[in-house]
């Protein structure tokens, strides 16, 4: 985006794909709010969010300001006050926004767009100065939207890995006598004019490079001729362990033979078969359970004694209707006594209506189950009698979103939901501040509040219990 403003009092805000013109006597704070929130969040909603806070969520203490927003070729603008935009796009065509004569803001999308202007006051004097990013004060700016910009390559590429020599068992000495140093790329160099680093350093050759045959093996601290050897050369160490006889290995052991188990005797031969009576066992003439046999006496049991009754009152000071607290859980688990005479028959009254709603537009909708309101309003979670009241009302600057306010009873209260709309909804209650609506949330209303929609469209509660 190629940008160029000229000299004036009014704050611009200029990043990549966003505009923001504030007039000279917004707080600092709210010029260093959107710049620090503007990058991550470059939407018009960030800069709706932060002036409304700054208001104290009143539209009316709103200041003028322009916000145009980039969205691809697309832009996206935004304007309260008398301030003016001109958005030229691809096709040559002009579009002219104004701010003037709005409740809240105006808001604008347009397709294909190719040049934006903006001009927040008048100024005949102060020449056109480029920028690209920053806060500034001006009268004016203009910026080139260039959709084809690509953003530059920001990631490191990292130091170079080192090669850990003792980790692969070559020396030192060996290792830099085969691949020569490396070369320094964080320290500074006295090139030429042309800056190249490696303008002094000499091309070698692969053939120049030397390649060893065999790596030295290292003698390992066991091997009882590396004492001996020490200050000997690698070749003749490699022979002398070569020429080490191998230590005799100890004979094994002959193995135990293991004891052979004498097989069991085979059972005896039953030749003949024996009887029912002779299978039949006896019990043993010792047996210790024979009193018990004996003893034993198959009759009825005797019925259980009954309980004491129970002492005589003591006749003192009872007077006679307190009861202890048995005696009262006792009573509970009886089953009551029916009664002769019928139960009177209670007439069926209609449920008290939970007032109404009077929409500025003229409607008036009685509160006996759901109300959406809005220029198109729908609901796909009811069906049948739960079917809500659907108001529609006319919003030609667009302020009013389809689906706009939920006005729900809620037993003997009424609460307000505000759809997740973009221009939002504002409660006013007598003697009270304006009240921005939070998305999404109930908001309990009485009678006399009014919820203002935008557009001059307002919902006035009646008769609220």
């Not at 960030?46 to 104290?56: H, N, P």
């Not at 004492?227 to 020429?243: G, K, L, M, N």
Request: with cysteine; hydrophobic share 45%.
């Amino acid at each position: 985006m190629q940008t160029i403003y000229r000299p004036g009092t009014w704050y611009l805000i200029m990043i990549p794909g966003a505009l923001v013109a504030l007039p000279p006597d917004v707080p600092g704070e709210v010029v260093g709010q959107l710049w620090d929130r503007l990058p991550a969040q470059k939407t018009l909603a960030t800069v709706v969010d932060v002036l409304t806070t700054q208001a104290g969520g009143s539209f009316t203490a709103l200041p003028p300001f322009v916000a145009a927003v980039a969205e691809g070729s697309d832009v996206r603008i935004a304007l309260r006050g008398g301030v003016v935009a001109r958005v030229t796009t691809e096709s040559g065509e002009s579009q002219e926004v104004s701010g003037a004569d709005v409740t809240t803001w105006s808001e604008r999308f347009v397709g294909g767009a190719r040049r934006i202007e903006i001009t927040v006051e008048e100024t005949t004097s102060g020449a056109a100065l480029p920028a690209q990013s920053g806060i500034v004060c001006a009268a004016a700016v203009s910026a080139e939207l260039e959709p084809g910009d690509a953003a530059p390559l920001t990631q490191s590429l990292g130091p170079v890995p080192r090669v850990d020599t003792a980790a692969v068992g070559v020396s030192a000495a060996v290792l830099s006598s085969v691949v020569p140093a490396l070369v320094d790329f964080g320290a500074p160099t006295a090139a030429g004019a042309s800056g190249h680093a490696f303008s002094g350093v000499a091309p070698v050759p692969i053939s120049a490079v030397p390649v060893l045959d065999e790596v030295p093996v290292p003698v390992p601290d066991a091997v009882p001729v590396a004492d001996a050897v020490a200050d000997a050369p690698s070749e003749v160490v490699t022979d002398a362990i070569a020429e080490v006889p191998a230590e005799a290995e100890p004979e094994e052991e002959p193995e135990a033979e293991p004891e052979i188990e004498p097989e069991p005797e085979p059972l005896p031969v039953i030749d003949s078969t024996l009887s029912a009576a002779e299978l039949t066992l006896a019990p043993p003439v010792d047996d210790d359970f024979d009193q018990l046999w004996g003893a034993t006496v198959h009759s009825v049991p005797a019925a259980p004694t009954a309980p004491p009754a129970p002492p005589a009152a003591f006749a003192g000071d009872h007077d006679g209707a307190t009861i202890s607290a048995a005696e009262l859980r006792a009573m509970r688990q009886q089953p009551p006594i029916a009664n002769d005479v019928p139960t009177a028959v209670l007439p069926v009254t209609d449920a008290p209506l939970a007032g109404r709603i009077r929409v500025s537009t003229g409607q008036v909708v009685a509160l006996d189950r759901t109300v959406i309101i809005g220029r198109r309003p729908r609901s796909t979670r009811a069906s049948g009698a739960n079917l809500p009241h659907l108001v529609a009302v006319e919003s030609p600057q667009q302020d009013i979103s389809r689906s706009h306010l939920e006005v729900r009873p809620e037993g003997d209260t009424v609460v307000v939901i505000d759809l997740h709309t973009t221009n939002g909804s504002t409660l006013l209650r007598p003697g009270a501040d304006p009240m921005r609506l939070h998305p999404g949330e109930q908001t309990l209303v009485l009678s006399g509040d009014v919820v203002d929609l935008g557009d001059g469209v307002t919902v006035a509660f009646e008769d609220l219990p």
